[in-house]
């Protein structure tokens, strides 16, 4: 990992190799952690986070589902992001924020534990592949299910809530295939171990609700954004295993696969095989924004110098 030199620490800046943590930790036992994933892209006017608010308030979000004491705000920790970029001094970079139950309390409950906060950030490509943006990926359904609402909040992106997202990608990779889908306690389909489902038929774009376990991707907002100024009307519905195979186009959203097509599900061809055009007029948008070639109407760079 050629990560940067600096983490941001309960408020400071100490270097990588200083940010341990004792094994007693409630974290390590119980999953207990909060955290984010953003990206800072190169543009011309220097580095920018993408969509810094929406994911710092997300963290905030995710801890008060968790009952996470989080000391700080959102505006905080895009200050504390902003601080540790300058210091670290990328081009580009993904950014982890985290935040944890330490040491204190062994027992379960573990309210009683220290809140620790920490950012890093690390030089981290196309998540699925560089080839993936273009040629897309191959996946397949899981045989492991997204847990259902009643288990887990699935609005929240809470550490041991991940080991289901180890299950679905491990299956994938074992199996031969780039990501693994997930069923929500429906039946119907949930998301990708990392990612949002949109799908093209007839015309007409579809993509899962809050309703579907997932959770509320960043960049599933920003593509819907995307659609909506593209005159696409996008229907919130349940969507069953096979409509993706008689779909038009299926592409995933997320901070780390970005704008990914879906070439193939189950080993079914999606489409014509490849990327289809509704994908690609999103990615071009998207990737337009964030490169800084095109204008940014939303305001959905924050610039690491200002
Ligand atoms: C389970 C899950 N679903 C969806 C997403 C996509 O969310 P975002 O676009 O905010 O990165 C992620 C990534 O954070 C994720 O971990």
């Known amino acids: 990992m050629n990560h940067g030199a600096w983490i941001w620490r309960n ?48 963290m905030v979000n995710s801890c008060k589902i968790a009952r996470i004491a989080l000391p700080y705000s959102a505006e905080q920790l895009d200050e504390a992001i902003l601080e540790l970029l300058r210091a670290n001094g990328h081009e580009a970079c993904y950014i982890r924020p985290l935040t944890y139950r330490g040491t204190g309390q062994i027992g379960v409950e573990g309210r ?5 906060t920490v950012i890093f950030s690390f030089d981290w490509g196309a998540y699925l592949g560089s080839e993936a943006i273009e040629q897309g990926v191959d ?8 847990f259902s ?5 699935g609005m929240a992106k809470i550490g ?7 299950f679905i990608t491990m299956e994938a990779a074992d199996n031969g295939f780039a990501e693994g889908i997930a069923l929500g306690h ?40 995307i659609l909506d100024d593209l005159g696409y009307r996008v229907r919130y519905e349940d969507i069953p295993r096979e409509m993706l195979y008689i779909a038009d186009e299926v592409f995933f959203t997320g901070t780390a696969a970005e704008i990914t097509p879906v070439r193939s599900v ?24 964030t490169n800084g070639t095109l204008e940014d109407p939303y305001g959905w760079l924050t610039y690491i110098q200002p």
């Open 160 to 166: 041991g809530q991940y080991i289901n997202s180890q």
């Open 266 to 289: 189950d080993r079914i061809p999606i489409g014509s095989g490849s990327r289809g055009p509704v994908t690609e007029q999103v990615q071009q948008r998207f990737f337009g924004i």
């Open 11 to 58: 408020g400071e800046l100490v270097p990588w190799e200083e940010a341990t943590e004792h094994v007693s930790a409630h974290v390590f036992h119980y999953g207990s952690s909060v955290f984010e994933g953003l990206r800072a892209y190169a543009t011309p006017r220097g580095p920018a986070v993408f969509r810094l608010r929406p994911h710092t308030q997300r």
């Open 149 to 153: 609402p009643g288990t887990l909040p």
């Open 186 to 225: 429906s039946g119907n389909i949930s998301e990708g171990a990392g990612e949002n489902i949109f799908v093209v038929l007839d015309g007409e774009v579809y993509t899962t609700g809050a309703g579907a376990s997932i959770l509320m991707g960043v960049t599933r907002a920003s593509a819907l954004t």
């Open 139 to 146: 996946v397949q359904i899981s045989t492991w299910r997204r």
């Open 112 to 116: 009683g534990a220290k809140v620790e």
